[in-house]
Structures are given as C-alpha cells and as structure tokens.
C-alpha cells in the first residue's frame, strides 16, 4: 500500500530541519497524487509537522481538506508551488531557505529588472540535476524578493518559461523553490543545487577564480 | 491537556544543544504560564536536563518550587530573563551563545559607552522576526558585556526600552536573549535571527560589501 | 555469527549521508566476503537503503544475486570499486561525495593530462591512513573527472599503479574512492582524509601559507 | 547507584564523534573512580565503543582488568591521560582531534623548542574555563607534536607545571588533552574551549585584528 503523502510529508520536513533548510518556520514541501495536492501549513516549525496538519488542495489552489486544527493555515506560497505543478507538471514542489543557496543568490548576473541567473558547471553532482551532464552548464534563475511571498508568483512564472531546463528557481536573499517529478527526485536535485552552491560559496570565499578546464573534444581541436 | 513546561524545556534544551547554542552549560530557556516562570538550572549540561531539575519562580525572582536535586542552582541569568518578561509581556524568553551571533556582535556599531547595533535588512528571514518585513531595517541592540551576567541587567533593559521593535538584545563577545509571546515563537525567531548572523558573516568572510537593492518604490522614483 | 553485509552496508549509507559524504544519491560502499562482492545500489537516497536492496557481484562484476526491487540498478562506479578489489586486494572500498575532498581537489597539482596529486603532512591523522607517519607525505592522487563515471576506470587504475602507498584516489571536482582491508579501515581511513582536507582548505581560506615546521632530526642537522 | 564508568564512555564517545571530535578512531576518554582508571581502547571506531571494551588500569598505567575483546588494545595515550590524573588530580580526561582546535595551534606563539601558547581572552565563554573570569587571559599551552604519541609525555609534563591554570594542553596539528574533577566538567570545558576556538579561527578567517575592549577600571582610568 502506498505510504499516506501526509506522513512522508511529516517525515521530509525533519530531514529540511536538520540540514538546515526549514528553520525559524521557513519553507516547506507539497505533493500531487493525481488532483490533488498535499500541502505543509504555514508558519509554523516545520520539523514538528504531523500528518494530520496538512491541507489538501487542488490544481486550482481550493482547499479540499483542511487539518484537525483550524488555527492553521494554508502557505502564502501556494500560487508559487502550484505554478511548478502547472507548468512543469511537477509531483512535487519543496521550498527551502538554505543558507548555502540564499549566499549564492547574491553573487547572481543580472538579466533584467526582476531576473538573474546562476550559471554552475563542471562538478559531478551537476549530473544529478535531470537533463544535465558535467560539461553542461546548468544555468539557475533568480528572481528578485518581493515584500509578500504571493508577489514573486510572475517573475517565477516567467522564470520557469524563460530557462525550460531548470528544476529550480532561485529567490534573491530568500531561498528556493525545486521540484521533480515525484518527492524523492525534488529531495535529490535540492541536495545536489545546495552542495554545488556550497562548493561554489567556499571556492569564492578563498579566492579561487575557477575550478574549470576544457572539456576533452576542445582539448583535442587545441592540439 | 496542557504539556508540562518542564517537560518543554527539557526538550528545547536538546534541540538548542543540537544547534550548537548552549554548549559547555551556557544558555536556557525560561516559559511562563501566568505567574509561574519555569527555568533551566544554571551550570549544568544543558543537553540532559531532565523535567524535574527545574524551578519556578514568580514575576520578582521569588523560588516558588525547587528542583529535586537541591544541588541545583538558579540561573545569575534570572534577572535578565525576568526584564523581558515584565518589560515586554513576553511567554518565553532564551539565552543562546550561538557563535554566529558572537561573531556578529563584534561587528556592531557603538552607539554609546555600553550599547552598540547590528541592522540587518533584505533577507526574507527577517519577515520571521516579529513586526518586520523584508525592506525594513530589522535593528538588534547589542549591549556590552560584564564580568558577571547579572551587571547585564541595567543595560539590557536600557536597550529593550530604546529599541522597542526588538524581540532580542545580543551581548557583545557573549550571546544573545531572545523572546516571545510563547516558546515556539521565542525559538522560531532566536532561529530566524541566527540564520541572518550567519549570512551577513559569510558575507562578511568572502568580502561581498552590500546584498540589497533599492526598493521598488524608490526604484520607480528614480526612473 | 557474523553480520549480514547488506546490513552493515544500509547503516554505514546512513552514517555517510549523515556526514554530507552521500547526498543527492551520490557516493555509495562495497564490501567482499571472499568471492562475493556487495554492491550499494545506483540512483537512490543513499541513507534509506535497505539491505534487501543490494546487489552482490563477483570479482568480474557478474550479478551473482540482485535486489528484490528489480527497478534497482547496478552502479556505474562498478569497475571503479572492482579495481580497488582487485589491484589492491581490498576488502572494502567507499565512494563519497564529500564537499571537503572535492574543494580540496581544485588545488591539485597537475602532474600530467589527466592526473593531478594533493601533498598533505604533519597532520597527526595522517597517521590514521594505513603506512604513514607524522612526518611522512601523503600523496593523493586526483584523476581528471569524465561525463561518464565508468571512463574513469582506466586513469584510475593507472592512479593506483603509479601511488602504491595510497588507499585512495580523488577525482577532481567529484568526489573519492577510498578502500581498505575491511569497511571500518576503509570509513576511519576516509574520515582521516575528510579531516585533513577540511583542515587544509581551512587553512587556504584564512591565508596560512604553511603549518609545518622541520622534523626533529632535520633540526638537529641544522643545528 | 552509580552510573558504570564503563557506559559513560561508551555514550560520551557518541557525543564527541558527533561533534567531530573523534573521527577515524581518533580521541578518547578516561575516567577515574579512587585508584581504578576506565579507558577507551585503542584504534577502534570510538562511536562504536561498547562498555565491555574498556579498561581499567591503576595510576601507575597496569591494567586490572582487560576487555572481553582480547584483541582491544590499550591506548598509547595512556601515559598522557594518566600524567594529568597525576599531576592535577583529575577525575576524568579527555583527548580531542577537533578541527578548531588543531586549526587555531597552527597560530600559537611559539615560547621555546617544544611549547608554544595561545592566549584567548574577552568571550564569555572563557567564564566556563575553571578559575577564569571574561577579563582574564585564558593561556593555551600548545606543545609540539611527535611521530609517536607517547613521546608527547615529557613536554605535556612541562606544559601541566608551566602553566598551572590551564585545564587543557593542546598538541600542534593534533589535537586536545583536557581534563577536570569529573568526566562531566571536562567534557564541558572542552566544549568551551572548542567553541573559542571556533570563534578566534573564525574572525582570523575574516580579517579582524581584534574584538577586545578595555576592561571598565581601566577604562575609568584613561577618563
């Protein structure tokens, strides 16, 4: 029998915890299971969450259920994970304020008023984001913080339609947004996006410049 | 029924443990249920503290109920604790010496003989701090630090009186105090506030002068 | 009775993961009981596999028994761990991923086209890897990473033909394969490098040109 | 009744293992109860230490009784351990290869051929170092490593009757010996010691030249 996406929601938001993505409430994870969406609540310690705490939701955003206990409520940030859901036909969405990520959203290129990209390339764990080899380079959106989380919804949507490749957009001193095609490939790639950010934080943090070299066939059209 | 207040501590001490807050018997936590104040014993660890080894006190200080083990001492930090909690109304006031705020607190601004600022703004954590948004200037006193805790008591509660918006007063070379309307919120913004000291820290290291942008408003002034 | 190796092998992928060594379904054990040789499988959260998940193989990478999951995969790293049993009569031999060893291999020194080595010394858990003194250097051969993890085969095994003292071979901008005589050898071994790395890389970031200073004898030459 | 010795080390070496003071067989512990001595064994993994594979020895070094394990052996820090149970009357000591602290030995100012010494000063959590005040200077004896680890004995010595306020002698890219009435306030003391020297190496790393401030009398004076 299927495991209740209530529990396995419980369950990933103490992972997020301890590795630090989902402290001081921030953050969080929602999963489809055909048309309907099981969502964390808001503001609340996510590390604590019990299965009966989740809303359930349809494409649209309407609540279908609602949890046992009727002060909590249902995440600002729905609209940003039902854009995922709509637009990449994702099976899950998580949200994460990584510290790792947050840092290298700041030294983005800018691309216009409201976008900035992240361009990571030549390290192995770029492998484990879907569609990208080591030699690629996976170019990550960021989209600039707005005051109310609901306000990022059309530069994210705009982001997700401007980079196709990306299972991952960025928010600028703010954190992000991953998804994939179900919880154990969205849990993966933010694994692989926050140890690439990481390795890249402390290689710029000692000054050094680039880890790159030249993939072989350029090598080979050199010589 | 209603958890225990020992019982709350005894386990937010583990978890402030885990975090790195309250090594070598540093730190704690006092909650408060009317007029009893419940609080972690002082020079213990602070990882095993168990339900029973904890006093209640009243508003002034007075020991309601002591531990079972009467080798166990009140807190030099009860004073400081209480001005929070007459002061500011508060449900649940903690003391970390989380080293990222240790750290930031040498980088404060001086004001005056005893008092210095750390101001923090544009990083989406700060909305986790009560009464702030993300392009407000989330303003962290930081008061000198003495020989012994209890001198703290006279300059703390001069920097809870002249930053009024502050749910936390940082100690220099020290910690920090950090309280709330209850204990979940007192150690959702302790977390929200030790994410930010360790963003600005890390930015701080790699050198990167500013992260923030003109607001949209201003933005819009300017074009 | 001797501990099933699918056992040993789900709880060392825990105690990994735990370390950041196996995130993002990287990184992964072999362990050999004689001619059988026990796989990790490839492509899953490396800290819930269970031992009912894992492959054993023989010496020539024949699957002698598969998981029960049959969507369970072999992994590419395969011929990696098989040249480690078989060139250095290994008993065990881990993959990780580990964010210290793959910072640490930026800083390789090249030696030719595709192999480049680290020199660490006087660090006193250099005496924790098999044959090393204090004052002794470790060298650390780093082979170019390649797209497809099973091209590494070849530099790798000419890496542990030219550095017969080693336990281990990095890959540059990836990760390392560490073996040993049993799987405890080959983790504490791994550990020692994972320190070592970690207290070098430390030592770049904060400007510290060199921690070493001439032995005892050299000294009294000079003298 | 009392706690068996035997089970405190055993659940003390899970703690500093996941503190990362412990790695790859590294460190220990000893704990004294009257003229019997419990020791950690030697080379095994230390997070795996049962009760049952400890020894006990009397001060002059003799083992009364022996693990059950026959092939356990006995530390070769023994005569280390045994020097301060010696020379402080020490209850308990503790020996740590923590990163910080072998981090921060590397900047130790260097007193003769075999001894040098930080000096930490101004952290409240100095306060937790036995007999020192936050104004105090906390002096660190920093003695030279050695390719064997009981050569270290003579000048450990000569560090413990130098310096006779230090509850600690640190090894030059090694590690800790630190020591206390009982296991519990060694443990603590350590822990400060580590978070000292986590924050001293941290604001190295970042450029600042100093965080103290003069202590108010003479402060009183200068005005």
Redesign the interface.
């Known amino acids: 029998m299927e495991k209740d996406p209530r529990k396995i929601i419980s369950e990933m938001c103490q992972n997020f915890y301890s590795q630090g993505w989902v ?4 953050g969080g994870i929602s999963i489809r299971r055909g048309d309907r969406i099981y969502m964390a609540p808001s503001g609340v ?1 996510k590390e604590k969450i019990q299965p009966q705490d989740c809303f359930v939701v349809n494409l649209q955003g309407d609540v279908l259920e609602g949890p046992e206990n009727e002060k909590l409520k249902l995440t600002e940030c729905a609209p940003l994970f039902l854009s995922a859901f709509e637009l990449r036909n994702a099976g899950a969405v998580l949200h994460s ?1 990584s ?1 790792n990520v ?2 290298m959203t ?2 983005a290129r800018r691309l216009d008023e409201e976008l900035s990209v992240l361009e990571f390339t ?4 770029i492998k ?1 984001i879907i569609g990208h ?3 690629d380079t996976f170019e990550l959106p960021v989209v ?4 109310r989380e609901c306000d990022l919804t059309s530069s994210l949507r705009k982001a997700i339609e401007r980079f196709p490749d990306t299972p991952a957009v960025a ?1 600028r ?3 992000i947004y991953v998804w994939g095609p179900d919880e ?1 490939k969205a ?3 933010a ?2 996006i ?2 690439i950010c ?2 890249y ?6 000054g ?1 410049e680039s ?1 790159i ?1 030249a ?2 066939q350029t090598a080979a059209l050199r010589s």
């Open positions: 402290s001081g409430t921030g310690e304020h510290s947050v840092l700041m030294l030549q390290l192995e764990m484990g080899g080591y030699y600039d913080n707005t005051a928010v001193n703010h954190g154990v849990k993966t790639q694994e692989c926050d140890f990481e390795v934080w402390k290689m710029r943090s000692a050094i880890h070299s993939p072989p």
